[in-house]
Each structure stands twice: as C-alpha cells, then as structure tokens.
C-alpha cells in the first residue's frame, strides 16, 4: 500500500507534464505525416502513368524510364550471352553470384582453417580447382560449412552448390535423395580402431563391446550391419562431433572406435600413446567419397566430372605444378590437347582451352593435392593406397581427354 | 537489499554483538563451528588439494608459452603458443586478415552501444524514438563495416565469424524482439479475444519448440519453401529466427512486469484523460519494464550464450572457430586449450553482465 502512494506520486509528478505536453505533439506528428504520404503517393503515380510501363515493376526512387531501358539493356544483353545454350539452374546461380558455394566438413588435412582464416585441405583445393574451370580464378569459391546430419538438406535446400564434404556415394543417395555424384575423389573404407589391450586380433572378436560412432554417416549403418552379420551384440555410442567422438575413445568410453579409416589414422597420432592402439585389418566397408550435387544441372555435373579427371589425368601423364610450362612445348598430340596447347577440346565444350593447365598451375595434380594435404608427410600420414593412379595399382582412372 | 539482508540474519539465530569480532574468528566459527562444517571444510580443502596442483602445473608450470607446435607436442602443459598463433582466427574466424580491423570495430560498437544502453543514467534522457534511431544507426554501421563497404570488396556473410557473431545476433536478437514481446505481452491482456488468442498461439508454440529446432525450420526448411533463387541470406535467416524465438520469452517477462503493475495505475492514468496506447506508453510500461529489468539481463545472458547454436546451421560463432582452430594439421589436436579460450571469453561477458544485474537491482531498489 505505501508503495503503491508513492509510485503514484512519482508518476504524478514526472509524467503528468508529459502527458499534458505529449497528446498534441502527437496529432501534429500524425497531420504532419498525412501529408508526405499524400504529396509521396502522389509523385510516384505520375511517371508510372506512362503506357508502356509494366505494372508489376516496384517504384524505384530515380525516373523509371532510365531504369526500365537499363532493366532491358540488361536482359537482351543476357540473352545474348546466354544464347541458345542450354545452361542448368545451378550454373546459371553460380555465374549470378560470381562464386561457387562448397559445402564442407571439418577434418584436419581434408577441410580445416589455417590461422589466417583460409580453409585448407585436399577437398577444399578441389573447390579452388571448380572455381577456376568456372571463373578461371581460385577464389571466387565460398566454402559453406555443415555438419554430417545438415549437409545432405542443405545440398537439398540450395544452401550450397556442390557438397564436397566426403559424402560417400551410395544407391539411395543417388536415386531416392536426388543426387548426382561426380568422381570419387578419395577411396576411403571404414576401420575399426582398439586399444592392444582389449587382445583383439579381428573384428569378429569384439562380442559385447562399446563402439564410439559419428551420427548421421554411413558409418553408424555399416556397423550395425557388421556386427548383425557376425550375429554378435554391442552397444552403440553415437556422438555427433569427430573430434568429440575420438575424445571419448581416448578417455575409455568405448572399446572401439569406428570410423573410416582416413579419421582414424588421425585419431591414433592424437592419442596419448598411439603405440597402445591397433587398427584392425578389416575394412567394414566400401566408403567412395565423391561430389555431390542436386539433380537438374548436366553442365554444372560435367564441370564437376572433368574438373575431378583433369587432376587425376595430370598425374598419369606426369605434368605437375612445377613443371607444367615444360609440357606445353611437348609433341604428344593428346598432351597438347589436354593443356590447351591444341585448342580443340576447348571448343568442343565451349570453354577456356586454358582450363586444365590454369588448374595444374594453381592446386597441382591429383598426386600433388594429396601428398601436400594428407600424404605421408603431413600429420595426417596417409598411404596413397587405392588413392593411387591405377598405373601404380590404385583405382583412379580418368577416361581420354579427346 | 542491505535492509533485508539484516533483517534476516537479525531474525536468525545469531544474537546482536555490540562489539565487532575479529575476522579470523569469524572465519574459524564459519568454517569449523559445527561438526558438519568441519566436515565440509576439509572436504573442499582435500577437492581443492586434489585438483588445484595439477591445474596448476597445466596451466602454468609446465605451459609452453611460444615457438612452433612441435615444442608444444613435447610439453606436458598448456600449450597457450597454440591461442597466441590462433587468437586471431578464434576471434574474427574466417574474416580477410587485411581488414581485421572491420569486425574489431564492429565489435567495438556493439559492445559499446550495449554498454550506452545498460546505463540507467541515460535512460531518462532517451525518447523511444532516439533508441530506435541510435540503434538503427549503429546496427547500419555495423553491418557496413562487416559487409565491406562502402568501398572494397563484399565480404559475404558465411565469412563473418567470430565473437562478432555471437554479439551481433545476441543484440541485435534482443532489441529486434523488445518491440515484437512489449506487443505480444500487450495482446497476451488484451480484452479483444481474437487478438488474445493469436498472442497465446505464438507465445506457446514458440516456446513449446526449443531453438535449434527453429534455427534448423529458418535454415534448412525455409528455403525448400520458397521459390529457388530466392534465398534469404542464412545469418539473415539464424537472425530473424532468434529474434522470433526471444519474442515470446521477452514477451512473458514483459507481462509478468505489467500484472505486478496495481489496477490504480491505471485508472490513474485514465482520469488523467490518457487513451489506452499514451497511458501505456507513459504510466503503465515504463514502470512494467523497470519492474523485470534483472529478468530481462537474466535472458539476454543466456541468449548470450545460446547463440552459440548456430554452430548446427554451419555459422562459425566463436566456439565454433575455437573447436576448428584445433583441426588446423600444422596445430592439430589443441582442442583443451582453443576450448579453455572459448571458455574464458564466455566468462568475462556473462560475469559482466551478471554483475551489472545486480548492480541495477541495488539501484532501483535505491529507487534510482
């Protein structure tokens, strides 16, 4: 009760000269406005009188007339350079935008910033080597980030233009969620990881075991399809982030840690004592990771393929950043067709001739790209493996560049 | 607040002393007076042995402090060379290192026109109209400096990252709901049923759903909605979606600061001859709002921290570029450290801000 008076007073005392002040500035300010908005509604209704003015069009604040001849200008201008060139969504997106959009994971030596800011990595110079082939310039490429479970929506939603995030090819992926894939770039498997002391020589020895798996990646459906075939039990730990994930391997909550093998190579040299841990022999699965992109582009998808072959071509027929120049004087016929030399696989495709060899110069070949990221001489130490030209028994195989 | 705090140790058990005790004695009755308190003592001494050494020898004997990551591999402690060499990516993320100085000032004005806001001393002197015209100014600017203009080239908003990121969606989230909740709370009482109802419906379907799934609707849904080609920028999108999301919260606190407003306020104002929106304006809201100011500082701080959510839509707020700081091959594996940053950082505004609150409060209570 005493603070209601008092309250009372106060208000009294500090809003009543307000209030008697403020009800006729508000009448003022409400004629005041009627008026502008009239003499405004009145202005923008004598140009668009004009005949020939569509509509639809917004008002704009300068003379419509100059803005519609530009607008016009601006469409015959795009329809001649389009032409009759069938040119997909996604292209045509990009082209408007200026840059590519890259979605990307986060994976030391396959997508991860340096301390400047600058993503990194063995998918993110396939990005760089896109935007090249599109641009003809590295950095006109933004690199969208999204986690495992988000990244096939967003591929879905438009969020980016291509997912280079180590998607694994797979049937549904590619006929129930609408994905076209372009060549695998990296051929991964998925492994199992085990501290020596458990004593366990195969994967069909882990009977009751806890395995630390990643949410949303085949990885969690090809483990429960592992043990199911082998018909023995475990218990899942499903964490959503990678580096969560092999945190809680490292401090024993769970005997196993799955993942494909390239993480766990990592995830070994990060571990207290790496030499206490073993990777089982058994690759549990087939894990190809290759772009991915939605249905409705051929351009954008082709751009994508022969992007991808160039770097693994590149490194067949020897040529390398450093020596790229020397090949262009080179005899062979399908090498000077390959760099531009010979223009006529540019004009074939209505391109650059200079494509591939820009893309050599910048980002290197399929070889250079993956020993300067995630080769046996980065932390990351890893084999070429299948990774390696199938002239050298691996899988990659580029068909001819004629 | 110093009145009721005497009140109650005077109800309590401890009896009036006419001479002050000394302090030591006062820490031993604290500290060893019962035999419970004994117990609990050395409790939290044995806890404090047990984690404070190694901590210590973590965070500072055995740290290394400079050099190249390989002397920190070798070290047992922190490695702080790690955030030396990092602490501009954790900060300002993926933002050209040529134009640091952009987020650092955006973040500077924000951080600044926060501060303005929070001081009560200004308050009396501010209309509505000139908050609303001081934010929209500063927001402007913030948004020219982060988007690189007026001159130099665009820096797209995926590239903004950082603690600009958090402050950004954090304020401009709770001043873009103030005005959405002052009239969700106004329509929650409002006589008119249709009004009241759709007030409610929004109010409760927003809380009923927790933010990640709003921020996943605004990012992953929303554009499948809409026509292709017409994408809505994603931080735009995160921005619009917390703005919604702290509406309905804004707007509850809100109504509980008007239903603890007595019914004579308002007819006072009425016989003052104030229509309904002059008597809220001027009598009923200012009183309301100054009633639920700590609430208020209460959920800007934990928006504070829920920003940091975005990290599911793929925006690099700063513990998002603190966990990638560590996934760098030439700093691999550091994620202790970037963590113990991200950490301290957080620290220092919610401390801030918790502070202030109750700072305010002491004020207010002063009647100021």
New interface residues.
């Given amino acids: 009760m005493i603070r209601d008076i008092g309250r009372l007073r106060i208000t009294g005392r500090t809003n009543g000269r307000a209030a008697a002040r403020h009800p006729r500035r508000i009448v003022m300010r409400g004629f005041k406005n009627n008026k502008t908005l009239l003499r405004e509604s009145t202005m923008r209704h004598s140009p668009s009188s004009s005949p020939s003015t569509p509509p639809a069009r917004p008002p704009s604040k300068g003379p419509s007339a100059r803005w519609l001849l530009a607008g016009a200008l601006g469409v015959a201008l795009g329809l001649a350079l389009t032409g009759a060139a069938k040119a997909g969504p996604t292209i045509d997106a990009i082209k408007a935008r200026g840059a590519i959009k890259v979605g990307v994971g986060s994976q030391p030596g396959f997508f991860a910033p340096d301390s400047n800011g600058r993503w990194q990595g063995f998918f993110v110079d396939f990005g760089r080597a896109l935007a090249i082939a599109v641009f003809n310039d590295p950095e006109k490429v933004q690199f969208v980030s999204s986690s495992p479970q988000q990244r096939l929506p967003s591929l879905q939603s438009g969020e980016f233009d291509i997912l280079l995030s180590g998607v694994t090819q797979t049937f549904t992926r590619a006929t129930k969620l609408g994905f076209h894939f372009g060549p695998v770039v990296f051929y991964d498997g998925q492994g199992l990881l085990v501290p020596k002391k458990l004593g366990v020589a195969k994967g069909k020895d882990l009977n009751g075991a806890t395995v630390c798996v990643q949410t949303g990646t085949t990885g969690e459906l090809n483990i429960t399809d592992f043990f199911r075939q082998n018909r023995i039990s475990f218990k899942p730990v499903v964490i959503e982030e990678t580096a969560e994930n092999q945190k809680a391997f490292a401090s024993g909550r769970c005997d196993v840690l799955t993942q494909d093998a390239s993480d766990l190579a990592i995830t070994r040299t990060q571990l207290p004592k790496p030499d206490d841990y073993v990777l089982l022999p058994e690759r549990i699965s087939k894990e190809p990771l290759a772009p991915a992109i939605r249905y409705g582009d051929d351009q954008w998808l082709e751009i994508v393929n022969w992007v991808v072959n160039a770097t693994i071509q590149a490194e067949e027929f020897g040529i390398t950043q450093a020596n790229v120049d020397s090949f262009l004087t080179s005899g062979d016929p399908s090498i000077r067709r390959f760099l531009g030399v010979d223009p006529s696989l540019g004009e074939a495709a209505k391109l650059d001739p200079k494509i591939f060899y820009t893309i050599i110069k910048t980002v290197g070949n399929y070889g250079e790209i993956f020993e300067r990221h995630v080769g046996p001489k980065t932390k990351v130490g890893l084999e070429r493996g299948y990774n390696a030209p199938w002239t050298q028994g691996g899988l990659l195989y580029a068909p001819p560049f004629r | 607040m110093t009145d009721h705090a005497t009140d109650h140790r005077l109800g309590g058990l401890a009896p009036p002393r006419s001479t002050p005790e000394p302090r030591w004695r006062a820490l031993r009755d604290g500290l060893f007076g019962s035999k419970p308190n004994a117990v609990l003592t050395l409790l939290c001494l044995g806890l404090l042995a047990w984690a404070v050494p190694p901590l210590l020898r973590w965070t500072l004997l055995d740290a290394v402090w400079s050099g190249p990551a390989d002397r920190c591999a070798e070290a047992a402690g922190a490695c702080w060379a790690f955030v030396g060499?990092?602490l501009?990516?954790i900060l300002?993320?993926?933002?050209?290192?040529d134009r640091q100085w952009r987020p650092a000032a955006a973040l500077a004005i924000l951080a600044g026109m926060t501060v303005l806001s929070a001081l009560p001393a200004l308050w009396r002197r501010t209309t509505p109209l000139r908050w609303v015209a001081g934010w929209s100014a500063g927001l402007a600017v913030v948004v020219l400096l982060l988007t690189g203009g007026p001159d130099g080239p665009a820096v797209?908003t995926?590239?903004w990252?950082g603690l600009p990121v958090n402050l950004l969606l954090a304020t401009v989230g709770m001043i873009g709901a103030f005005p959405l909740a002052v009239l969700l709370a106004l329509a929650r009482r409002s006589p008119l049923g249709g009004v009241r109802l759709l007030a409610v419906t929004f109010i409760e379907v927003m809380r009923g759903v927790p933010l990640i799934a709003v921020l996943?609707v605004a990012?992953?849904?929303l554009?499948?909605m809409l026509p292709?080609?017409s994408?809505i920028d994603?931080l735009l999108r995160a921005q619009i979606a917390i703005i919604l999301f702290v509406s309905a919260y804004l707007a509850e606190i809100i109504r509980a600061g008007l239903q603890a407003i007595?019914p004579?306020?308002h007819e006072?104002a009425r016989a003052?001859?104030?229509g309904y929106w002059?008597a809220m304006r001027?009598?009923i809201l200012?009183?309301a709002l100054r009633t639920v100011i700590p609430a208020i500082v209460n959920l800007a701080v934990g928006l504070f921290q829920d920003t940091t959510l975005v990290?599911?839509?793929?925006l690099?707020d700063v513990l998002?570029?603190a966990?990638?700081?560590?996934?760098?091959?030439?700093?691999?594996?550091f994620?202790d450290e970037a963590f113990a940053l991200a950490a301290v950082i957080y620290l220092i505004f919610c401390v801030l801000a918790s502070r202030y609150s109750l700072w305010l409060e002491a004020r207010l209570r002063r009647g100021g």
């Fill in positions: 060499e990092k501009r990516y300002f993320g993926f933002y050209d290192v797209p995926e590239r990252s996943y990012t992953l849904l554009p499948l292709s080609g994408a994603k007595p004579g306020q006072a003052l001859g104030l002059a001027l009598v200012p009183q990290i599911v839509i793929g690099f998002n570029t966990r990638n700081a560590a996934k760098d091959p030439a700093w691999l594996g994620y």
